[in-house]
């Protein structure tokens, strides 16, 4: 299983990476692993204010539909588009081109909250 | 054994346990004298003897079949080929409620399956559901799709020419939202949308029969990022460009009309559909195309994750019945009429009620009140149009619905509506009789 040494984990299992001003989110490749094929994912419009710990769309797979967490607070100031006629990108990917959205983060220091990638490693059992 | 499982001593345990001697003590809060009332039936009679009581009852009814009917007001009189009941009362189509393991149930799911289609097709728009129970209820879960659509959003706009019980519905159903029904009148493209708005509601046609085009109003309602949604005549979208062609978002349309009789109001058939974008949003059962492991090709239930077995109290409605049966004869009347029945008989109610019309318009101190119709109109009368009513009944004759029965502040106004069903000589005579009445 990979982890993306670069970001930090909600337990939730978002990711959230930070890339100059904006911070990318996802989930990770654990939780694309026990979702299963994944047919669809939601996600919210473009402008949209949102809270850390806040729902910010769901992702459905063959098995089940799963809510999806802010790991940071921010405004979504892009939405990766490309989901929404190919949601299996991630599975394939869900740290690169399965990524989902960039957030102008309102508090950048709530970065410090999640974990880092060896912690999240171990509450997945990965060491 | 006995139909009733528990047994005396199952009684009296579970009485102990609540501290009571016996059931009896149970119902201690009913005063004694309600609690067993003499129910002075008659003596029990012959089988022959009550079908003639039944069909003396039955034959005191208003019906269709015994008068001239012109009364519409949302349950519609058209004709029913005998293929509808025929197909829909084979023992095929019997079966228990919710037929949906598709391992037994490929006929009704089938049937689901073209019926969605074939409604889709005739709304104009991409994905229709498995139905409802009438219009109203449908435009109620379509109005909470929007709300759930767009938390933030409070402001749901209604027509004012909504039909009074819709209305009512939609009211009731939003009780426990926290949300403003505010109405607007007149054309929808003049209603107040703004940034709070969650949907503009059409009706197509209005309660009175007017008939407002939509692209504008669709335009105004995503200009300010809500939902346009549109009640409509699914047999006015036979020959008028369908709401979802003209930009709805949502479409909730009453399926009464399409092979099922107006049954003293129900059951209806409530039909709901939705574009692609929003049929992830969409409530009740959805039917799919899939195949097999055998590459044949066979029906399930799809996008079941929408639903709340799946999606527990996430789910955007908790919906989940349908109309089987109103549905079942819709599908096999629309298969029936095929596009260009659905138009000839779509043609033949605007023509026939545009020739009613036109005689009563001329028929003196009645005056044709709605613009722009299809089957249905408000006329103004010169005298009560409840009395108009009463009279015209004694001659064999339903002339409308008085609008009074809803608003009394109107009681010169009557709804008339005419389809393929009623002929050119009582027209004739319906327009002859309220110019008697009126003298």
New interface residues.
Partial sequence: MSIDAGARYAESHEYARQEGATVVVGISDHAQAELGDIV?V?LPQVGKVIGKGQNFGTV?SVK??S?LYMPIGGKVVEVNAALQSDPALVNKDPYGAGWMLKVEPTNLSEMDQLLDAKSYGKTIGEE | MPFIANTDADRKAMLDAIGKSSVEELFADIPEKRRFPELKLPEGKSEQEVLRELADLASRNLTPERKAWFLGAGAYNHFIPAVVPALASRGEFLTAYTPYQPEVAQGTLQSIFEYQSMAAELLGVPVVNASHYDVATALAEGIIMALKNYSDRTEVLLPRDLHPEYKKVVELYLEPFKVELREYVGAPEVAPVSDKTACLVASYPTFTGEVYPLAKAAEAAHSVGALFIVQADPMMCALFKSPGAQGADIVAAEGQCLGNPMNFGGPFLGMLGTTTQLMRKIPGRLVGQTKDSADRRGFVLTLSTREQHIRREKAVSNICSNQGLTMLQTCIYLAAMGKNGMRTVASLCYDKAHYAAELINGTPGYKVQTNSFFKEFLISTPIAAEEIFDRLVKRGFVPGLPVSRYDASKPNELLVCVTEVNTKSEIDSLAQLLKEVAQ
């Fill in positions: 669809f939601e459905e089940a539909a809510d």
